[in-house]
């Protein structure tokens, strides 16, 4: 048996991963030590495997850029970074293209790529707009303080995906309430499996009636573009459909409420986009490099031998790479810790990189625009209406964020 301290040595050597934060707002430090020695280093996950985690910038980009790294979860070596993980291995049929590689991958991402572009997010911003007056308009006649998460970043998505899927505005609390399952870790993998069946079971439904009787929504378009013709199953369209309901709802709900936490607790931002609204765009990717909500990063699998600077990976080994950490690398982004909205933060990897980077960037960003606009024009001095310590940080979510924002102004 070994001794404890080979024990320990070999613990040191490959340590849990992920690591605990210490200030909320930020990566686990372990990462910047991380990322200033080798290209990768070995971690330990949650089932006792170890895998390469990846901390730079310059890493993730050339890990992601490659094609050598699968994204299938079948793959031999891919991490299972949750015990939910391993669903999608048990059930194949049930992935998205985001877990698949080419020419599966660009054949389903092409169909929808014409609907996230972004002229056809910014088409969405009057809409945005006057939705969010509407909605700020009713929390600031009512009763202070407004917890901004329930009233503002978790219903504003959700009703953009309505809007987008032709779905009537009382399903929303449906889609919002298994989609947040199906990114939570504190839920077990039979309760997370059970949610993505209720949905699916929704969305087939949603398909099946377009197939009957299409509108002109987002769903429709897919049917009589694809389903008809015969280049797209019911079967493909439904997990499609899913991916869009819970990127498009959870993650830019995540990343909203920590933007507005930081305009709430920032007076230099709160003040400098009060001063030049036109420096919104560039204060929200400075603000998605800052948050890097996908907080566990992103998982592939090297199917042959890769070098990575001064390390090997080999085939069949996994590899995570850790967005908040290279997004956070002072090579690329001096002063990484400081949040600037008058930085250029356009190379940040908040959306990932390569082929699978996030087909809705677009419109998320927009909406995250308009909400912060709206904030400013509707709670000038918007201000916590709590001790930052009382805030409670969603550490078992997939996408960090917020359960709640109590705010007043």
Not at 389 to 402: C, T
């Amino acid at each position: 048996m070994q001794n404890d301290a080979a024990l320990q040595e070999e613990k040191a050597a490959a340590p849990s991963y992920p690591m605990p934060r210490v200030c909320p707002v930020d990566p686990p430090p372990q990462l910047a030590a991380l990322r200033a020695g080798r290209a990768a280093s070995r971690v330990t996950l949650w089932d006792g495997s170890e895998v390469w985690l990846v901390t730079s910038h310059a890493g993730a980009r050339a890990v992601l850029g490659d094609r050598r790294f699968t994204a299938v979860t079948s793959a031999p070596g891919f991490p299972m970074l949750t015990p939910t993980s391993k669903l999608v291995r048990a059930a194949p049929h049930t992935a998205s293209f985001i877990r698949m590689d080419d020419p599966d991958h660009s054949r389903l991402r092409s169909m929808l790529t014409r609907d996230f572009l972004a002229r056809k997010a910014e088409e969405m911003r009057p809409v945005l707009r006057e939705f969010l007056d509407g909605m700020l308009a009713e929390l600031v006649a009512g009763e202070r303080p407004v917890d901004l998460v329930a009233g503002l970043t978790t219903p504003v998505p959700s009703r953009v995906i309505t809007l987008l899927f032709g779905v009537s505005e009382d399903r929303r609390d449906f889609i919002e309430s298994r989609s947040a399952i199906l990114i939570d870790r504190g839920y077990t993998p039979d309760q997370v499996a059970a949610a993505r069946d209720e949905l699916d079971g929704f969305l087939r439904e949603l398909v099946e009636s377009r197939v009957a009787d299409p509108g002109t929504d987002l769903v429709s378009r897919l049917v009589i573009d694809q389903v008809r013709p015969g280049t797209l199953s019911v079967d493909e369209l439904v997990p499609m459909c899913r991916l869009l309901l819970v990127a498009g709802h959870g993650t830019t709900t995540s990343q909203a409420s920590l933007s507005l936490l930081s305009l709430a607790t920032d007076p230099g931002l709160a003040d400098a986009l009060t001063k030049d609204e036109g420096l919104l765009p560039k204060a929200v990717e400075e603000l998605l490099r800052f948050h890097s909500i996908v907080q566990n990063g992103l998982a592939r699998a090297a199917t042959e031998d890769v070098q990575l600077d001064d390390v090997t990976i080999r085939a069949g080994e996994g590899v995570v790479l850790s967005l908040s950490a290279g997004n956070r690398d002072e090579r690329v982004f001096p002063s990484p810790d400081t949040l600037d909205p008058h930085r250029d933060a356009r190379r940040h990897l908040a959306f990932g990189h390569g082929i699978h980077q996030c087909l809705g960037q677009w419109l998320a960003k927009v909406e995250i625009e308009e909400m912060l606009a709206a904030v400013l024009r509707w709670m000038p001095g918007v201000r916590l209406a709590v001790p930052f310590e009382e805030l409670d940080f969603r550490h078992e979510v997939s996408s960090y964020g917020l359960g709640a924002l109590p705010v007043t102004w």
